[in-house]
């Protein structure tokens, strides 16, 4: 337990200096996990396989899908859909291929191998989209992939290990009807799991009881899916989807400002044990498996080779169909991002780590530290040398939003959402609704606003308030909430236009303090 705390403190010095940096913390992360595991005198430690698939992933998973914007996840539903589910088999059969001709696994644990590696990491993906400035679609279609591709090549996993484990045992009709039950049945749980939380998120107004209620979402659905026989997985995927969209309403400011604090450092935390766990088994698994005679490196260069080239070998042709469908003009700029975008991370290593230590035999499950050896190899890979080249190409190809866009969509959305709280506050004067010397106190404010983002700069907050003058504040807040929500539905801002100026306004209403 101390050796773990030590790395948590170690990643979060390896993450300050990253954002120093402007490099990509997982990258960072990856390595420092790696290079702590080969420090001498570190003590063997080994994970039991249902610590990391019930403690480190559904919390991960959740708040990854909470960041998915649901408009533009329809908008690019086709090629999530085909990426999610065509390329994930493909990239699990390619590498399940390779690894039969280049390492001495047997066929089912080469196909564990592939089913542990065909999916890219949302936790990665997400950071480095978000760093990168990706367009709205793009971003969707990278995060969401990696949401859902990760659902299916556990789901996948999940049947594969079976298969392994019972040597062979299980017929690939049984594994097919699995498979369905398991997505379908997942999703179901995490749809009906959502719509009971969210019922219970709008009568609860205690920031302890939301906190408990948000931390425990995720792995109350994981459980009831698992209950079932279904994926736990995908049952949080779609919680957290569900869930994420319309967080406004569930919720007050303040509450939504201590979960967003809560939940990243959550997530901050059980990805570093994650590194650590694997920085810390990892000169184990280099001598058990080097003592056996197996070139593991070039293995794990053949699998990385072959994950990159399928990758592309599927988004280039579904971005050239997509084009023509559109009758627009295919580019090489967003395909390219796309296929470099697929890092491996937190949940291969996770699924890795989860193999059943043996087979319905009792006894140990042949190849499977050479598995979770070539897991983290392909990991440490696709992290350093993809997370560290996806910048400079984003730069390249152009298609990164310009900062001046970006500001300028804010200040579109902030005076779109003041003007209708002018509107809205001429009713109540109007109306008198509220003491006069308050209607004015706030027109002078919001006039000043006005006045500010109309010139381009940054608007303050209130002073001190008194009764009326909150009261009516926070009425004026929400009316500027529904015309930013408005503005979102009718497609005029971006869902990281949104989530930014709805922070923004939140700190305004937790500003005001107790009414």
Same mark, same amino acid.
């Given at each position: 337990? &101390?050796? #773990?705390l /030590?790395l948590v403190?170690?990643?979060?010095? !390896? $993450?300050?200096?990253?954002?120093? @940096? +402007? *490099?990509?913390a997982?990258?960072?992360?990856?390595?420092?996990?790696?290079?702590a595991?080969?420090?001498p005198?570190v003590?063997?430690?080994?994970?039991?396989?249902d610590?990391?698939s019930?403690?480190?992933?559904?919390?991960?998973?959740?708040?990854?899908?909470?960041?998915l914007?649901?408009r533009?996840?329809?908008?690019?539903?086709?090629?999530?859909t085909?990426?999610?589910? &065509?390329l #994930?088999? /493909?990239?699990a059969?390619?590498?399940?291929? !390779? $690894?039969?001709?280049?390492?001495? @696994? +047997? *066929?089912?644990?080469a196909?564990v191998?592939?089913?542990?590696?065909?999916?890219?990491?949302?936790?990665?993906?997400?950071a480095?989209?978000?760093?990168?400035?990706?367009?709205p679609?793009v971003?969707?279609?990278?995060?969401?992939?990696s949401l859902?591709?990760?659902?299916?090549?556990?789901?996948?996993f999940?049947?594969?290990a079976?298969?392994?484990?019972?040597?062979?045992a299980?017929?690939w009709?049984?594994?097919a009807?699995?498979?369905?039950?398991l $997505?379908?049945?997942?999703?179901?749980?995490?749809?009906?799991?959502?719509?009971g939380v969210a019922?219970?998120?709008?009568r609860?107004?205690?920031?302890v009881?939301?906190?408990?209620?948000?931390?425990?979402?995720p792995?109350v659905?994981?459980?009831?899916?698992?209950?079932?026989?279904?994926?736990?997985?995908?049952?949080?995927?779609v919680?957290?989807?569900?869930?994420?969209?319309?967080?406004?309403?569930?919720?007050?400011?303040?509450?939504?400002?201590?979960?967003?604090a809560?939940?990243?450092?959550?997530?901050f935390?059980?990805?570093s044990?994650?590194?650590?766990?694997i920085?810390l088994?990892?000169p184990?698994?280099?001598?058990?498996?080097?003592?056996s005679?197996?070139?593991?490196?070039?293995?794990?260069?053949?699998?990385?080779?072959?994950?990159?080239?399928?990758?592309?070998?599927?988004?280039f042709?579904l971005?050239?169909?997509?084009?023509?469908?559109?009758?627009?003009?295919?580019?090489?700029r967003?395909?390219?991002v796309?296929?470099?975008?697929?890092?491996r991370?937190?949940?291969?290593?996770?699924?890795?780590?989860?193999i059943?230590?043996?087979d319905?035999a009792?006894?140990a499950l042949?190849g499977r530290?050479?598995?979770?050896?070539?897991?983290?190899?392909?990991?440490v890979?696709?992290?350093v040398v993809?997370?560290?080249?996806l910048?400079?190409?984003?730069?390249?190809?152009?298609?990164?939003?310009?900062?001046?866009?970006?500001a300028a969509?804010?200040v579109r959305?902030?005076?779109?959402?003041?003007?209708?709280a002018?509107?809205?506050l001429?009713t109540?004067?109007?109306?008198?609704?509220?003491?006069r010397a308050?209607v004015?106190?706030?027109?002078?404010?919001?006039?000043?606003?006005?006045?500010?983002?109309?010139?381009g700069?940054?608007?303050?907050?209130?002073?001190?308030?008194?009764?009326?003058?909150?009261?009516l504040r926070?009425d004026?807040?929400?009316?500027?909430?529904a015309?930013?929500?408005?503005?979102?539905?009718?497609?005029?801002i971006?869902d990281?236009?949104?989530?930014?100026?709805?922070?923004?306004?939140d700190?305004e209403d937790?500003?005001?303090?107790?009414?």
């Amino acid at each position: 337990m &101390g050796i #773990v705390l /030590a790395l948590v403190v170690l990643a979060t010095v !390896v $993450a300050t200096f990253a954002r120093r @940096l +402007s *490099v990509p913390a997982p990258s960072l992360l990856v390595i420092a996990g790696v290079l702590a595991g080969l420090v001498p005198g570190v003590p063997d430690v080994r994970v039991a396989p249902d610590v990391v698939s019930t403690v480190v992933l559904p919390p991960l998973l959740y708040a990854a899908a909470e960041e998915l914007s649901w408009r533009e996840l329809r908008a690019v539903r086709r090629p999530v859909t085909v990426l999610a589910l &065509g390329l #994930v088999v /493909a990239s699990a059969a390619a590498v399940a291929l !390779v $690894a039969v001709a280049v390492t001495p @696994l +047997s *066929v089912s644990m080469a196909f564990v191998l592939g089913a542990v590696l065909a999916s890219t990491d949302p936790v990665a993906v997400t950071a480095l989209g978000r760093r990168l400035a990706l367009p709205p679609r793009v971003q969707a279609l990278v995060q969401g992939e990696s949401l859902f591709n990760d659902a299916t090549s556990l789901v996948l996993f999940r049947v594969a290990a079976g298969v392994a484990a019972a040597g062979g045992a299980i017929s690939w009709w049984h594994a097919a009807g699995d498979f369905a039950w398991l $997505a379908g049945g997942g999703a179901l749980v995490g749809a009906l799991a959502a719509a009971g939380v969210a019922v219970i998120r709008r009568r609860t107004e205690d920031p302890v009881l939301e906190t408990v209620i948000a931390l425990v979402t995720p792995y109350v659905c994981y459980l009831l899916a698992e209950e079932a026989e279904a994926s736990g997985v995908m049952a949080v995927v779609v919680a957290g989807v569900a869930l994420g969209g319309r967080a406004e309403d569930l919720t007050n400011s303040r509450i939504r400002l201590q979960l967003h604090a809560v939940y990243g450092t959550v997530v901050f935390l059980l990805e570093s044990v994650v590194f650590a766990l694997i920085g810390l088994e990892l000169p184990r698994l280099v001598d058990e498996v080097s003592g056996s005679g197996a070139s593991w490196p070039l293995a794990a260069l053949a699998v990385t080779a072959t994950l990159l080239a399928i990758r592309a070998l599927w988004v280039f042709p579904l971005s050239a169909a997509m084009a023509r469908r559109q009758g627009a003009r295919a580019s090489w700029r967003v395909p390219v991002v796309v296929s470099w975008a697929g890092a491996r991370g937190v949940l291969p290593l996770a699924a890795a780590l989860s193999i059943p230590l043996t087979d319905h035999a009792g006894g140990a499950l042949a190849g499977r530290e050479l598995v979770q050896l070539l897991t983290a190899a392909v990991i440490v890979l696709t992290l350093v040398v993809q997370g560290f080249t996806l910048a400079p190409l984003v730069r390249r190809t152009g298609i990164a939003l310009a900062p001046a866009d970006t500001a300028a969509e804010g200040v579109r959305a902030r005076l779109g959402a003041t003007r209708a709280a002018m509107a809205h506050l001429e009713t109540v004067s109007d109306l008198e609704a509220a003491p006069r010397a308050v209607v004015e106190r706030v027109r002078r404010e919001l006039t000043g606003r006005l006045d500010q983002l109309t010139a381009g700069e940054r608007d303050g907050g209130p002073g001190p308030a008194d009764g009326a003058y909150r009261a009516l504040r926070r009425d004026l807040i929400a009316v500027e909430n529904a015309e930013l929500n408005r503005m979102y539905d009718a497609g005029e801002i971006s869902d990281a236009t949104r989530r930014s100026v709805q922070r923004t306004l939140d700190l305004e209403d937790t500003g005001l303090g107790e009414s």
